[in-house]
């Protein structure tokens, strides 16, 4: 026992020397694990009293945020640093980041997809340390190349993005002959046959569920993907004429007025991220477009549901299968007074030892940036999970067929395609919702 105390002792010397002397040797050999300990890269040079403040948006995996305020705290140990976290909602996140823009006072924020267009100019450029990491990972992830960099800059690092696709209830689709029910990986349906399944089991009082408020997960990774599949899109390739009004859309827009009727829970319109996730686990909807957070839960508390539930990919359209894909970053503040603290932190929390452990804690729900993750035995544990494995075949960026940019990132912000659909299933006029949608994103895309 006390040769162990001894060695427990001497390892946590070697922790902190090495800690304060590993010089410039960047991510490499800290990453690939050639070094013993929890090296930073990076000899700190911290004042006395120096504290780090981060922000970021609460976890629908509750234990993947318990673990995050750990990790925070054993840096700070290590770092002789107060550092600390908040969780808040995304809603109240993007408020408060405002807020810290005009008054300081916070260091590391997490941005949601496409937050870095809108606030690269309030935030550090840390290209140098993005690109050290998703070399060290073997390279990012295509969605992530596609919309992390702004310009050819990282004004965050990367982190990955949670995934969403259907959740259903197996043994209600069997109740209505859906074929192979039991395994969403056979699933291949059309919207069409997605909404026929829908208006039969809201013949039996299971609806499908979906929502169409305000809210940054559910309602754009719906309405995004079922504009692409069928015939739409924001803008052309030149990034300014708009390809919202097609009369693909219009007709498309048509059956989804009519499926909202006939197979839907007609409150979704005012449904945020959460909702569905009640409404599947109370047994008041068949089938929702969600993250693997429903199941995750389900396992835990309702393991009846858990048996009963499955996840296949989102139908296809006449254009095809697709999904908004985009990478979250976490990221320093221009007004920060620990820019070096909080590049050191961010170069310790993305080697594999606690990011690694972070991304698998969540079983599939978060989808890794780099590489080196894309084969990892957690995709392959739960074959419930596979669908979300696959999801990154199919991943588009906003504002597609143009490139993703401040213009499309305001869209998003303003939920003009949301509210697109909205408008639609409320007033019954495909036409008339989608034409509104097209002058709304024709004032963003023709500006200078």
Same mark, same amino acid.
């Given at each position: 026992?006390?040769?162990?105390?001894?060695?427990?002792?001497?390892?946590?010397?070697?922790?902190?020397?090495?800690?304060?002397?590993? +010089?410039? /040797? %960047?991510? *490499?050999?800290?990453?690939?694990?050639?070094?013993? =300990?929890? &090296?930073? #890269?990076?000899?700190?040079?911290?004042?006395?009293?120096?504290?780090?403040?981060?922000?970021?948006?609460?976890?629908?995996?509750?234990?993947?945020?318990?673990?995050?305020?750990?990790?925070?705290?054993?840096?700070?140990?290590?770092?002789?640093?107060?550092?600390?976290?908040?969780?808040?909602?995304?809603?109240?996140?993007?408020?408060?980041?405002?807020?810290?823009?005009?008054?300081?006072?916070?260091?590391?924020?997490?941005?949601?997809?496409?937050?870095?267009?809108?606030?690269?100019?309030?935030?550090?450029?840390?290209?140098?340390?993005?690109?050290?990491? +998703?070399? /060290? %990972?073997? *390279?990012?992830?295509?969605?992530?190349?596609?919309? =992390?960099? &702004?310009? #050819?800059?990282?004004?965050?690092?990367?982190?990955?993005?949670?995934?969403?696709?259907?959740?259903?209830?197996?043994?209600?689709?069997?109740?209505?002959?859906?074929?192979?029910?039991?395994?969403?990986?056979?699933?291949?349906?059309?919207?069409?046959?997605?909404?026929?399944?829908?208006?039969?089991?809201?013949?039996?009082?299971?609806?499908?569920?979906?929502?169409?408020?305000?809210?940054?997960?559910?309602?754009?990774?719906?309405?995004?993907?079922?504009?692409?599949?069928?015939?739409?899109?924001?803008?052309?390739?030149?990034?300014?004429?708009?390809?919202?009004?097609?009369?693909?859309?219009?007709?498309?827009?048509?059956?989804?007025?009519?499926?909202?009727?006939? #197979?839907?829970?007609?409150?979704?319109?005012?449904?945020?991220?959460?909702?569905?996730?009640?409404?599947?686990?109370?047994?008041?909807?068949?089938?929702?477009?969600?993250?693997?957070?429903?199941?995750?839960?389900?396992?835990?508390?309702?393991?009846?549901?858990?048996?009963?539930?499955?996840?296949?990919?989102?139908?296809?359209?006449?254009?095809?299968?697709?999904?908004?894909?985009?990478?979250?970053?976490?990221?320093?503040?221009?007004?920060?007074?620990?820019?070096?603290?909080?590049?050191?932190?961010?170069?310790?929390?993305?080697?594999?030892?606690?990011?690694?452990?972070?991304?698998?804690?969540?079983?599939?729900?978060?989808?890794?940036?780099?590489?080196?993750?894309?084969?990892?035995?957690?995709?392959?544990?739960?074959?419930?999970?596979?669908?979300?494995?696959?999801?990154?075949?199919?991943?588009?960026?906003?504002?597609?067929?143009?490139?993703?940019?401040?213009?499309?990132?305001?869209?998003?912000?303003?939920?003009?395609?949301?509210?697109?659909?909205?408008?639609?299933?409320?007033?019954?006029?495909?036409?008339?919702?989608?034409?509104?949608?097209?002058?709304?994103?024709?004032?963003?895309?023709?500006?200078?």
């Amino acid at each position: 026992m006390q040769k162990k105390a001894q060695k427990k002792q001497t390892t946590r010397k070697l922790n902190r020397r090495q800690f304060l002397k590993a +010089g410039t /040797a %960047g991510l *490499g050999a800290a990453a690939l694990g050639t070094i013993p =300990g929890k &090296v930073f #890269g990076k000899a700190p040079a911290y004042n006395k009293g120096t504290t780090l403040s981060i922000l970021y948006g609460t976890f629908f995996i509750a234990p993947a945020q318990d673990l995050m305020k750990k990790q925070v705290q054993e840096w700070g140990k290590m770092a002789g640093v107060k550092a600390s976290i908040d969780f808040l909602s995304w809603p109240d996140l993007q408020a408060k980041i405002g807020a810290v823009i005009q008054a300081g006072g916070m260091d590391i924020t997490e941005l949601m997809v496409y937050w870095n267009y809108l606030y690269k100019d309030q935030l550090v450029d840390v290209t140098d340390l993005a690109e050290e990491i +998703g070399k /060290a %990972g073997g *390279g990012y992830e295509p969605y992530v190349l596609n919309s =992390g960099p &702004v310009n #050819g800059r990282y004004y965050g690092v990367p982190t990955g993005t949670s995934l969403g696709t259907m959740a259903y209830r197996i043994s209600w689709f069997k109740e209505v002959g859906v074929e192979n029910a039991e395994d969403g990986n056979k699933l291949d349906l059309t919207w069409d046959e997605y909404h026929e399944i829908a208006k039969k089991l809201k013949a039996k009082g299971k609806p499908f569920g979906q929502a169409l408020g305000h809210s940054t997960g559910d309602p754009p990774s719906f309405c995004y993907a079922y504009m692409w599949c069928n015939g739409a899109m924001e803008v052309d390739k030149d990034g300014k004429t708009v390809r919202f009004n097609t009369p693909e859309f219009v007709e498309a827009m048509e059956k989804f007025i009519q499926a909202w009727k006939d #197979g839907y829970d007609t409150t979704g319109t005012s449904w945020d991220d959460s909702n569905n996730n009640r409404a599947f686990l109370s047994n008041q909807i068949s089938c929702t477009f969600n993250g693997s957070s429903i199941y995750f839960a389900a396992k835990k508390n309702h393991p009846d549901i858990a048996k009963d539930t499955h996840h296949m990919l989102m139908p296809r359209g006449v254009s095809g299968r697709w999904y908004r894909l985009g990478t979250r970053h976490m990221a320093v503040f221009k007004k920060s007074k620990n820019i070096e603290a909080a590049k050191d932190f961010m170069k310790w929390w993305f080697q594999d030892e606690q990011y690694g452990t972070w991304l698998r804690i969540q079983q599939g729900y978060h989808l890794q940036h780099v590489q080196k993750y894309a084969d990892d035995p957690m995709w392959f544990e739960d074959p419930k999970m596979t669908p979300y494995r696959n999801v990154a075949k199919y991943g588009r960026n906003i504002g597609y067929a143009g490139p993703p940019n401040r213009k499309a990132a305001l869209a998003q912000a303003k939920y003009i395609i949301v509210d697109t659909f909205a408008k639609a299933v409320q007033s019954g006029d495909a036409k008339g919702s989608i034409k509104w949608g097209a002058k709304q994103l024709e004032r963003i895309y023709s500006r200078g």
